[in-house]
């Protein structure tokens, strides 16, 4: 750039000068003149920073997966020499186990943080009785398409914006995690613990939620189109502005929930649902909702009472 300055310089001083000829050129002559060495100067300044990002980029790319490989050496060294699997729960090894766990997980890409955690799980480290505590766990946008993470545990991660499309996680626990705008686009949630979680913004399309526990969760704004929903707990959880299109809610529990009738309208199948006021409604049509309770919103009253109020089960 300092270079096209320069030029500039020279030619107003030239043209300053006189008796030069520049001062007989018109308006197009000047730009003809300017713009070649103007975009020039301006694209060799864009390669040259680009250049540049690029190469930072492949030096921090090296960097994490120096320090994922260190991370995966120093782990297998817990698990062959120190014995982690059976580690007792107050011993150090665990704590130095999460302590390194924690602390190279923000440094790396989605696909590194997928294969880290999936380490941990293939070495059963991080099944429902975990041996190393994930606990704040930076997880964002990890991508974990069709993982097998079934009987997990994951309670208390940031799996904020992560793919886990197609992501069997049967049973796992991944309660009070924080997963706004997450893509579970079919993912297998079956009997999962997601209490208290926040999944704001998440796609759980095509997701299978039978039987899973949602109390106190946050799904507002979620994509629950095309959902199943059959036996799920969603008492006392935040369903404002979640889409139900095409979603199955059999002896699905909505007591308390906030949650809107326009919004029920557009499941597929309701059947022997508990509403926020307590009825139990069944009505495979959805026309015939609307015409047995009108267009009232079902919101439930905001609640006094709190999450720790009900008694936490993590099996």
């Given at each position: 750039m300092g270079g096209i300055v320069l030029f500039v310089y020279i030619l107003v001083e030239t043209i300053q000068a006189g008796n030069t000829g520049f001062d007989k050129q018109s308006l197009w002559d000047w730009m003809d003149l300017l713009i070649v060495p103007l975009l020039l100067g301006v694209g060799i300044w864009w390669l040259n920073r680009s250049e540049k990002e690029t190469e930072r980029d492949i030096a921090n790319y090296r960097a994490s997966k120096s320090d994922q490989q260190a991370y995966v050496n120093s782990m297998t060294d817990l698990l062959l020499k120190h014995h982690l699997r059976q580690a007792p729960e107050d011993n150090e090894v665990r704590s130095i186990a999460r302590t390194l766990t924690l602390t190279v997980l923000p440094g790396l890409n989605g696909k590194q943080k997928a294969q880290v955690l999936l380490f941990l799980y293939e070495s059963g480290l991080i099944e429902r009785s975990a041996v190393v505590q994930l606990k704040e766990a930076d997880l964002q946008k990890?991508?974990?398409?069709?993982?097998?993470?079934?009987?997990?545990?994951?309670?208390?991660?940031?799996?904020?914006?992560?793919?886990?499309?197609?992501?069997?996680?049967?049973?796992?626990?991944?309660?009070?995690?924080?997963?706004?705008?997450?893509?579970?686009?079919?993912?297998?949630?079956?009997?999962?613990?997601?209490?208290?979680?926040?999944?704001?913004?998440?796609?759980?399309?095509?997701?299978?939620?039978?039987?899973?526990?949602l109390r106190w969760a946050d799904l507002g704004q979620t994509d629950l189109s095309e959902a199943n929903l059959q036996e799920a707990d969603l008492r006392r959880a935040d369903l404002r502005d979640a889409n139900f299109a095409d979603a199955v809610l059999i002896d699905t529990n909505l007591r308390d929930a906030q949650v809107t009738l326009t919004q029920l309208h557009a499941a597929r199948l309701l059947q022997n649902i508990t509403l926020p006021n307590g009825d139990r409604y069944t009505t495979p049509p959805a026309a015939a909702v609307q015409a047995v309770l009108g267009d009232a919103t079902l919101t439930a009253p905001a609640s006094t009472g709190n999450p720790s109020d009900e008694t936490a089960s993590d099996e």
């Open positions: 990890a991508n974990l398409t069709r993982a097998n993470l079934k009987n997990s545990n994951l309670r208390q991660t940031d799996l904020r914006q992560a793919t886990l499309v197609r992501t069997n996680l049967f049973r796992a626990i991944l309660q009070q995690s924080r997963m706004q705008k997450a893509d579970l686009t079919g993912a297998i949630l079956m009997e999962a613990n997601l209490r208290e979680a926040n999944l704001r913004g998440a796609t759980l399309r095509e997701a299978v939620l039978r039987d899973t526990d």
